[in-house]
């Protein structure tokens, strides 16, 4: 393959993907309208990690051997995410809108996750035997898979039903969701009208959209491959680091979510704004290191999770930043320029090392 062609299929699937991509998140973004929160930005988070989870199993089952190609992703839609869009979000909508509010205590079940998920993907397999490299054993594998699984399918359960009131926009000058209130959001159900009606929500309508949304996932699946090959191809010839492949997927998985987020924000939306940015990394780890570990043994791939030294200070650093950030106190522009400036540290040494 010539480096003229691979710029060019490259350029061309790209652009697919991206548009595709956007595709979505407008259908997420009319589903989230017509269903409200959290449901609206669940899908719209599960819609864009099922994008990463294809690309990066199309990566791992390419011709080049991408071991660490899932902690790559994790890892830099972590840094993305947590510093990039979120030091954006908190430095614009708090420079528009001063202080913002969001749901403080369910900001911290965000980071309960992101601690336990994190942890059990990027760290552990640096402090355990396994099969040596940071790689689980087979056993060690079946077993994280299934927790990750399971604590993940628990924290949508309850963030769907008796606890969805903890990721709601609470009311001007609260940081939390009145009692009574609480009882109200709980007990609400989504109602559907009949077509030819004109109240509530349109079950036809909905239905649409997700067909749509399918439909947009659909040229991402297919092209993902071509995606991978020419990918590896130039990373390869450019001689450049091989963790820019996660990071590139990461980009263009998120990208589309990360303008949605920064929209919330500038709205005065911060909850959304939250939802969509740790609710995306908490997505990413429970279902992609699970997607990861099962390809790894169906396909007999080498699976790499743990982060390198100084991943795990940038790992470590951003955690502790964003617990200091979000303990219930409201946004502050400073707060996103050190998130920023964190992320500038994780391109620095992407390149750098």
């Not at 708090?94 to 079940?109: C, D, F, M, P, V």
């Not at 950030?325 to 992320?343: D, E, Y």
């Amino acid at each position: 393959m010539s480096y003229t062609t691979a710029s060019l299929v490259f350029v061309v699937v790209l652009i697919t993907i991206i548009v595709a991509s956007f595709g979505v998140v407008a259908q997420a973004d009319k589903l989230a309208h017509l269903l409200g929160e959290p449901y609206g930005t669940l899908i719209l988070t599960l819609s864009i990690v099922s994008i990463e989870v294809v690309l990066i199993a199309a990566v791992m089952l390419g011709p080049a051997e991408s071991p660490s190609i899932g902690k790559d992703s994790i890892f830099s839609v972590m840094m993305i995410i947590m510093n990039l869009v979120i030091g954006l979000c908190i430095l614009l909508g708090s420079t528009k809108h001063k202080e913002q509010e969001y749901n403080a205590q369910g900001t911290l079940t965000y980071f309960s996750m992101i601690i336990i998920l994190g942890g059990l993907a990027l760290i552990l397999p640096n402090f355990i035997v396994g099969n040596g490299l940071s790689e689980f054993s087979t056993a060690q594998a079946i077993t994280i898979a299934s927790l990750v699984l399971m604590i993940y399918a628990l924290f949508l359960k309850f963030q769907m039903t008796d606890y969805k009131h903890l990721y709601i926009q609470p009311p001007a000058g609260s940081m939390r969701i009145p009692y009574p209130r609480r009882q109200e959001i709980t007990t609400e159900k989504v109602a559907f009208k009949k077509d030819s009606e004109n109240t509530v929500v349109s079950r036809r309508e909905v239905l649409t959209r997700i067909v749509l949304l399918l439909l947009m996932i659909l040229p991402i699946v297919l092209l993902s491959h071509d995606m991978a090959v020419v990918v590896d191809f130039g990373i390869q010839s450019a001689n450049l680091p091989p963790a820019l492949s996660g990071v590139l997927i990461a980009i263009i998985v998120f990208t589309p979510e990360s303008m949605t987020a920064v929209k919330a924000a500038l709205n005065n939306e911060f909850q959304r704004t939250i939802n969509l940015c740790h609710g995306a990394f908490v997505s990413t780890a429970g279902l992609t290191v699970p997607a990861v570990l099962i390809v790894g043994l169906i396909m007999s791939k080498t699976v790499r999770f743990g982060l390198t030294p100084a991943e795990l200070v940038l790992f470590v650093l951003t955690l502790f930043l964003s617990l200091v950030t979000f303990q219930g106190k409201r946004t502050s522009p400073i707060l996103g320029i050190i998130h920023l400036a964190l992320f500038a540290v994780f391109i620095l040494l992407l390149f750098n090392p």
